[in-house]
C-alpha cells in the first residue's frame, strides 16, 4: 500500500437516489472509487409531493427499500434518514394557502407534523437512523412562510431532543445565520447541538462559526484549502458529502457520486491525519446515526 493513499472506510453523509435516475449504478461509482458506506436522505418527488400520511408512508418506504437493494447489490454500508424537505412543506403551503387560506396553511403544517411522526416511527423500528432533511427553505420566502418553517423545525428539534435522534438540517446559504439561529432554538428545546448535522455546510469547519453543530461540508472547488485550514479549531469533527441528486435531468448540476471518495485522497495528500479522516468516515457517523445496517 502507498503511503499517499487512504485505504480506510470513505462515507458520503448525504447521497440522494431515485428510482428513475442512475440508481445502484450511482452507488456502484461510489464504491468503484473506494466509498464504503453511504448516508441516503429521503427526498420526495417534487413532482409529485406526497399529499397524505400514507403517501408519505410509502415515499419513506421506497427510501427504505432503496438502501436495501444498495446494501445488497453494492455491499455498502448504509444509513437512511427521512423527514419532510423543507421545500415540500412550502410549495405546499403556499399552494394550499393560495386556494384555501388558513385552513390551507393547517393542512400543511398537519401533513408536516404526520410526517415527522412517521419517520421517527421508522427510526424506532430500526430502520432508518435519523430525520432530515428539516429545516427551511434554501431561497427567499414570505415572511408568514419562514415564520411557519422556524416554528415547527422548532417542534421537531423538541421531539428529536426528547427522543434522542440525530437531525440533519436544510437551511439557507448564509454561513453564520444558520448555525447561530438554529442553535439557540436547539438550545430552547434542549437539543445538544453535537446531534445537530448541517448539511450543504461550508468549509469553514471552526468552532468559532458552527458554535458546536456537526457541519457536513460541501467541497466545491477552491473550498479544501479553507477545510485544511479551519480543521483544528474544530473539536468535535466534520462530515463530507456530495448531495448527489441522481437527477437525469440535471446530470452535472451537482457532484457525482465519486467526488468524496476524491476529496478524502486529495486531504489525506495533503496531509491531514488518519485520526480525522477516521473519525469522519467511521467513529463520528457512528456517534450520530449508530452502526449502519
Ligand atoms: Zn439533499
Not at 446531534?195 to 457541519?215: I, K, Q, W, Y
Not at 437525469?248 to 467526488?259: C, D, E, F, I, S
Not at 486529495?266 to 467513529?283: K, Q, W
Request: proline share 5%.
Amino acid at each position: 500500500m502507498s503511503k499517499e493513499v487512504w485505504s480506510g472506510p470513505i462515507l458520503d453523509n448525504h447521497f440522494h437516489l431515485n428510482p428513475n435516475g442512475r440508481n445502484i449504478e450511482a452507488a456502484k461509482d461510489f464504491a468503484k472509487v473506494g466509498g464504503t458506506d453511504l448516508v441516503l436522505v429521503h427526498c420526495p418527488n417534487f413532482s409529485n409531493l406526497p399529499k397524505t400520511k400514507k403517501e408519505y408512508q410509502l415515499s419513506y418506504e421506497s427510501t427504505i427499500e432503496q438502501a436495501q437493494k444498495v446494501r445488497d447489490e453494492v455491499n455498502l454500508g448504509m444509513r437512511v434518514i427521512l423527514g419532510p424537505h423543507p421545500a415540500a412543506f412550502a410549495h405546499q403551503c403556499i399552494e394550499w394557502k393560495e386556494s384555501e387560506g388558513e385552513a390551507g396553511v393547517q393542512k400543511a403544517k398537519d401533513l408536516y407534523r404526520q410526517s415527522i411522526d412517521l419517520a421517527i416511527d421508522f427510526i424506532e423500528e430500526g430502520k432508518a437512523h435519523g430525520l432530515g432533511e428539516i429545516g427551511r427553505p434554501h431561497w427567499e420566502v414570505d415572511e408568514d412562510i419562514l415564520q411557519y418553517c422556524n416554528g415547527l423545525l422548532e417542534e421537531t428539534l423538541h421531539i428529536a431532543a426528547k427522543k434522542n435522534i440525530t437531525v440533519q438540517l436544510h437551511v439557507e446559504g448564509d454561513e453564520k445565520a444558520p448555525y447561530s439561529q438554529i442553535g439557540k432554538m436547539a438550545d430552547r428545546v434542549g437539543l445538544s447541538r453535537k446531534n445537530m448535522v448541517r448539511h450543504f455546510a461550508p468549509a469553514n469547519v471552526s468552532d468559532e462559526l458552527t458554535g458546536g453543530m456537526v457541519p457536513s461540508v460541501i467541497l466545491q472547488k477552491g473550498c479544501i484549502e479553507t477545510l485544511v485550514a479551519s480543521i483544528s479549531d474544530c473539536s468535535r469533527g466534520f462530515l463530507l458529502e456530495t448531495d448527489y441528486m441522481d437527477d437525469l435531468r440535471r446530470p452535472g448540476a451537482v457532484m457525482g457520486p465519486k467526488t468524496v471518495p476524491k476529496r478524502t485522497q486529495t486531504l489525506f495528500s495533503m496531509g491531514v491525519d488518519e485520526e480525522i479522516l477516521y473519525r469522519t468516515h467511521v467513529d463520528l457517523p457512528n456517534e450520530l446515526y449508530g452502526p449502519p445496517l
